[in-house]
C-alpha cells in the first residue's frame, strides 16, 4: 500500500503570515492523484485543493497553493496570509487509478494560527 | 451542494452492545467509504462499497461489519462494541468515474464504556 507521510505533527504560524505543510508519498505509480484536505476543530472534513500527477502545473486556490515535486514525491502545502480561520487538521491524502476509489491519508498536520 | 449526513454526532454505548452508524448522502454518489480517526493515527479506512449489496474490506475491518441495502445509505454496524472501539467515524462518499475527490460527513463520535 502507498505510504503518505506528514512530518510535522504540529505548526503554528502567526496571522497574515505564510506556513508551508509537508507531506511526502511512497509509490511505484505514475498516474495518481494528491489532495489536502482541512478538518476545523469539530467541523466538517474539506477538500482543500487536488493535484493531478501528469501536470506539471502547481495547483493554486486562493490562498493555498501546493508545491509538487514529482521525482522528489513531495507535495507541500503553503498557506499565505494565514487567517485565524485557517486553524485546524490538514491531512495529506494519496489516490491511484490502480487502487478504486479508496484515499490513502497521512496522520495529520494540526495547524494553529495566532493573533 | 454535495451532503453527507451521519445519524449521530455523539453516542455512548455499553461494552457488548450491538451499535449501528448510518451514513447518507444526497448526490447518487457511486461510492462510499467508512474511516475511523484517531489522533496520531489519521484516517483509517474501515471498510468501503462500490455499489448497492456490495462491500470491500479496507485496512482494519476486524470488529465491524457493514450494510448498503440502498444506494445512499451506507451503514457501519459493530456487533460487539468494545473500548478499543472508542473514536471518531467519518464516513464519505465519491461520484466514481474520473472523480476522486471524497466528501465527508460530520463524523460520529463514539464512546465505549
Known amino acids: 500500500a502507498q505510504t503518505v507521510t506528514q512530518s510535522q505533527p504540529e505548526m503554528s504560524v502567526q496571522e497574515a503570515e505564510t506556513v508551508t505543510l509537508s507531506c511526502t508519498y511512497d509509490t511505484s505509480e505514475n498516474n495518481y492523484y494528491l489532495f489536502w484536505y482541512k478538518q476545523p476543530p469539530s467541523r466538517q472534513m474539506i477538500l482543500v485543493i487536488r493535484?493531478?500527477?501528469?501536470?506539471?502545473q502547481n495547483a493554486t486556490e486562493n490562498r493555498f497553493s501546493v508545491n509538487f515535486q514529482k521525482a522528489a514525491k513531495s507535495f507541500s502545502l503553503k498557506i499565505s496570509d494565514s487567517q485565524l480561520g485557517d486553524t485546524a487538521m490538514y491531512f495529506c491524502a494519496y489516490h491511484s487509478s490502480n487502487s478504486g476509489y479508496a484515499l490513502n491519508f497521512g496522520k495529520g498536520t494540526s495547524l494553529l494560527v495566532t493573533p | 451542494d454535495v451532503k453527507v449526513t451521519q445519524s449521530s454526532r455523539y453516542l455512548v454505548k455499553r461494552t457488548g452492545e450491538k451499535v449501528f452508524l448510518e451514513c447518507v448522502q444526497d448526490?447518487?454518489?457511486?461510492?462510499m467509504f467508512w474511516y475511523r480517526q484517531d489522533p496520531g493515527l489519521g484516517l483509517r479506512l474501515i471498510y468501503f462499497s462500490y455499489d448497492v449489496k456490495m462491500k470491500e474490506k479496507g485496512d482494519i475491518p476486524e470488529g465491524y461489519s457493514v450494510s448498503r441495502e440502498k444506494k445512499e445509505r451506507f451503514s457501519l454496524i459493530l456487533e460487539s462494541a468494545s473500548t478499543n472501539q472508542t473514536s471518531m467515524y467519518l464516513c464519505?462518499?465519491?461520484?466514481?468515474?474520473?472523480?476522486?475527490?471524497?466528501?465527508f460527513g460530520p463524523g460520529t463520535r463514539l464512546t465505549v464504556t
Open positions: 448526490m447518487d454518489h457511486e461510492n
Open positions: 464519505a462518499s465519491t461520484l466514481g468515474g474520473t472523480s476522486y475527490e471524497q466528501y
Open positions: 493535484q493531478e500527477a501528469y501536470k506539471q
